[in-house]
């Protein structure tokens, strides 16, 4: 039977790879690219079905980090879908990252130098920003977005009889001491992006406790170190290819320079072919190159505590709440604003 998979941020980088590796490893696939840049969704749609002729590849807007858009493009999934298979919530963003150069000399003279590359612990910091709905613009895209999104697709994603999935792309940038329960938005420190993977991945063991019995399983992956857009914004794209044979020569002793989308996106397609039974709720699925250039997908436990996953998924139901009754003021507000409108006309 025909499975219908969602990928959220799938016009370039590691999405796109997913859904040309999903095309070519896998039959009867309906594929849909959530995207928020229609331009690039359409440019992407057309390379794709130039691979792969006759697929069924349908675009969806989604803007992810606005809670209009989300409620909008969930109920045109809830028109076009009668279940979902497999929502990869991938979209993401690091906006402004400042790399400490400083605190990079001093770890490649430390212990810690290996460590320092996979994870990029205390080497990056951002800069983050209210977005139009009042929430950090990081936290709102990288989380709370695909939080509204499953929410509002339950009905597809919870069905008697049907196995879901929800895959999260995570980092291994992700961090537990950037992250505090009473600032989830992280409206108070440099570390946004580092503060909502590691969100995301207490999220995801949360919606595992919530939602495993009535059919919906969550996974978290670590796509590794990715020349993408995203990337290239931490640095310039000419110094990435400029120091390529040092990445190359790093990937020797730490696999997690997977360096290519494809390589990146090995964890995402490993998990589309598991059984959701077989996985482990509290392990994060790393994308893994080998200095050969080898693929292959390795679990590792990650450093989460129930409580405050539960804690952290109360609060995102608290603040759903709050973020749809300001909506509904809104369109109120609209609403009387036109009929005003057309009484004095
Ligand atoms: N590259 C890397 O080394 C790593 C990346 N990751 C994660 O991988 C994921 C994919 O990133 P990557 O492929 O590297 O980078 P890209 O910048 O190439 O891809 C990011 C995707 O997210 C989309 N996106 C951003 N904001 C929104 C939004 N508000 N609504 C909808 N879509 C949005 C972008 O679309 P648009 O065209 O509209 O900007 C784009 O398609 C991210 O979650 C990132 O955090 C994790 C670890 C390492
Ligand atoms: C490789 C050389 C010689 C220099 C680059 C130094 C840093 C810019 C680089 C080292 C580790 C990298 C890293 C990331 C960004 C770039 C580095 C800090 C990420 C944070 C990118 C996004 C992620 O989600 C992480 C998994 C990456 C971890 C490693």
Do not use: V
């Given at each position: 039977m025909e499975r219908v998979v969602i990928v959220t941020?799938?016009?370039?980088?590691i999405g796109l790879a997913l859904c040309e590796r999903l095309l070519t490893e896998n039959s009867q696939i309906r594929l849909c690219?959530?995207?928020?840049?229609m331009q690039r969704a359409e440019a992407a749609r057309s390379a794709l079905l130039t691979s792969h002729t006759g697929a069924c590849v349908d675009l969806l807007h989604l803007d992810v980090g606005s809670v209009r858009s989300v409620l909008t493009a969930a109920k045109e999934v809830k028109t076009r879908y009668r279940k979902i298979d497999f929502l990869y919530l991938n979209a993401g963003i690091m906006p402004n990252p400042q790399v400490d150069i400083r605190a990079f000399i001093k770890g490649l003279f430390s212990r810690n130098v290996i460590n320092m590359f996979a994870t990029a612990e205390g080497l990056l910091t951002q800069q983050d920003h209210l977005n139009s709905d009042g929430l950090q613009e990081v936290f709102a895209t990288n989380l709370f977005g695909h939080f509204l999104m499953i929410r509002e697709l339950e009905p597809l994603l919870c069905q008697a009889g049907h196995t879901s999935r929800v895959v999260w792309t995570s980092s291994?940038?992700?961090r537990r001491s950037a992250f505090d329960i009473e600032d989830m938005q992280h409206r108070?420190?440099?570390e946004p992006y580092s503060s909502s993977k590691y969100a995301s991945d207490m999220l995801s063991l949360a919606l595992n406790r919530q939602k495993n019995s009535q059919g919906l399983f969550s996974s978290v992956i670590c796509p590794g170190l990715v020349m993408t857009n995203l990337t290239y914004g931490i640095l310039p794209s000419f110094f990435w290819t400029l120091i390529m044979p040092i990445m190359w020569l790093i990937r020797i002793f730490t696999?997690?320079?997977?360096?290519t989308p494809y390589n990146g996106a090995e964890a995402l397609h490993w998990l589309f072919l598991?059984?959701?039974?077989?996985?482990?709720?509290?392990a994060k699925y790393h994308s893994l190159t080998s200095g050969l250039g080898t693929n292959y997908t390795e679990p590792q436990r990650m450093d989460i505590d129930e409580e405050m996953s539960e804690a952290l998924y109360k609060k995102l139901l608290k603040l759903e709440t709050v973020v749809r009754r300001k909506l509904s003021e809104e369109n109120a507000d609209n609403k009387a604003y036109q009929q005003y409108l057309n009484e004095t006309e």
């Open positions: 941020g799938a016009n370039s980088g690219l959530a995207c928020r840049n291994s940038n992700a108070n420190g440099t696999n997690t320079f997977t360096l598991q059984a959701p039974e077989s996985l482990d709720p509290r």
